[in-house]
């Protein structure tokens, strides 16, 4: 006669060997699925957005509030005298490097 703890063990057992085929199974199918770009793709975008959906307030660092670039005021004294000193610091710097 087998004890509980025996058949426990041998149940136990079974159920690794189960769960484990099936995560080999799933890890497959994802690889073949990945395998193609355009689900790559798609599964990046469902990804992003599932993460918009549990985290609202997080900001995506690459999109930047960019309003005025590449066509600044003539009028904006202050912006156009930041974006020359930003412009002579990188030539100054070039040169440094370069002499």
Do not use: C
Not at 35 to 50: A, C, E, V, W
Not at 60 to 72: E, S, V
């Amino acid at each position: 006669m087998q004890t509980t703890t025996q058949t426990q063990m041998k149940t136990t057992n079974k159920l690794l060997k189960t769960q484990s085929w099936a995560l080999i199974g799933l890890g497959t199918g994802a690889l073949v699925w990945l395998s193609f770009k355009p689900n790559r793709i798609k599964t990046k975008m469902k990804f992003k957005d599932m993460k918009r959906r549990v985290r609202p307030h997080h900001i995506d660092r690459t999109q930047l509030p960019i309003n005025k670039a590449g066509h600044p005021d003539p009028m904006d004294v202050d912006d156009n005298k930041m974006v020359e000193e930003g412009a002579m610091y990188s030539v100054n710097y070039y040169n440094d490097k370069k002499g």
